[in-house]
């Protein structure tokens, strides 16, 4: 399967004691169906897989399964601490009906390539579903290079990428050098108009989660060759991007807190030891109420 479009990178939200809140995620899922995403993604960094358990993530994977029912594409983030978990992760997602698994490469040791091909070869070889890598070496301390995926993308073993990374050469050397049925998808939203322009297929946003109307907007706009209104909302988008340049550590958390200020029911807790976002943050999202009509 190739991905096409704006996909959010979903939070997962909690109650206030931090437990999975059901009933919520299935409410936020209808809330981005509704508002015509191309697809969700979750378990990613924005959905704060690092910190959740394997119980917890099957759990986010079973309410999301069942919420989105196959409307649109479900990418699932298998990523975890070893190979096996990922694979476990991959097989139940597989089962549940997922669309694609999403694998970020563990952390803490560094991996030379051939363990990098390794890992993503034990996962594709034990799932049917796609399974796209994820490039966020800001947090692997390992960049994805081009020319590792393009071998990856020939030999099957992957089918797309998630290219959180702020270097539009290094996407443009991703689409030059993979296959044409190879998805590359972006992730940093102040790249997302270059990347569109490269030829990306879509982009997996955490903004998705509170703009998805607007992104959507964007999105048809270009693809429909109309230059005059894809720079008006491009413009539009602009006054955002500078609200997301915290601190990594609090964009679960603003990402929650801009979802309230737009108006949606949830709780803003996030999964400790990330951190809520100050007052003096809370204040300035209140020019965001306005955006996007």
């Known amino acids: 399967m190739k991905l096409q479009g704006i996909i959010p990178a979903m939070v997962?939200?909690?109650?206030?004691?931090?437990?999975?809140?059901e009933t919520a995620i299935r409410k936020h899922i209808d809330f981005l169906i509704n508002n015509g995403v191309h697809g969700i993604f979750i378990l990613g960094s924005t959905g704060e897989f690092a910190y959740l358990s394997e119980t917890e993530k099957k759990q986010v994977i079973k309410i999301a399964t069942d919420q989105v029912k196959g409307k649109i594409p479900l990418i699932v983030g298998i990523s975890s601490t070893s190979t096996k978990l990922a694979v476990e992760l991959g097989k139940y997602a597989e089962?549940?009906?997922?669309?694609?698994?999403?694998?970020?490469?563990?952390?803490?040791?560094?991996?030379?390539?051939?363990?990098?091909?390794?890992?993503?070869?034990?996962?594709?070889?034990?799932?049917e579903i796609p399974l796209y890598a994820y490039n966020f070496p800001l947090t692997t301390r390992i960049d994805l290079s081009p020319k590792l995926i393009a071998k990856l993308a020939q030999k099957n073993i992957i089918a797309g990428?998630?290219?959180?990374?702020?270097?539009?050469?290094?996407?443009?050397?991703?689409?030059?050098?993979?296959?044409?049925d190879f998805c590359v998808l972006c992730?940093?939203?102040?790249?997302?108009?270059?990347?569109?322009?490269?030829?990306?297929?879509?982009?997996?946003?955490?903004?998705?989660?509170?703009?998805?109307?607007?992104?959507?907007?964007?999105?048809?706009?270009?693809?429909?060759?109309?230059?005059?209104?894809?720079?008006?909302?491009?413009?539009?988008?602009?006054k955002i991007i500078p609200i997301f340049s915290q601190p990594m550590?609090?964009?679960?958390?603003?990402?929650?807190?801009?979802?309230?200020?737009?108006?949606?029911?949830?709780?803003?807790?996030?999964?400790?030891?990330?951190?809520?976002?100050t007052e003096r943050i809370r204040k300035k999202l209140q020019n965001l109420k306005t955006i996007e009509i």
């Not at 550590?249 to 309230?260: A, F, G, M, R």
């Open 95 to 127: 089962k549940l009906g997922a669309s694609v698994a999403m694998a970020v490469l563990p952390s803490y040791f560094p991996l030379e390539n051939k363990n990098i091909q390794m890992y993503y070869e034990k996962i594709a070889s034990s799932i």
């Open 161 to 180: 990428i998630k290219e959180t990374i702020m270097d539009i050469n290094h996407i443009q050397q991703m689409i030059e050098l993979t296959p044409d």
């Open 187 to 238: 992730g940093p939203e102040i790249l997302l108009k270059k990347s569109l322009e490269a030829g990306v297929d879509g982009a997996i946003l955490g903004m998705g989660n509170c703009f998805p109307k607007l992104l959507v907007q964007i999105w048809d706009a270009f693809q429909n060759q109309q230059a005059d209104r894809f720079e008006i909302l491009w413009a539009e988008f602009s």
């Open 249 to 277: 550590d609090y964009l679960p958390s603003l990402t929650k807190e801009i979802l309230i200020v737009r108006g949606r029911t949830i709780d803003p807790q996030v999964r400790s030891p990330l951190r809520l976002i």
């Open 12 to 21: 997962t939200l909690f109650k206030d004691d931090q437990e999975i809140d």
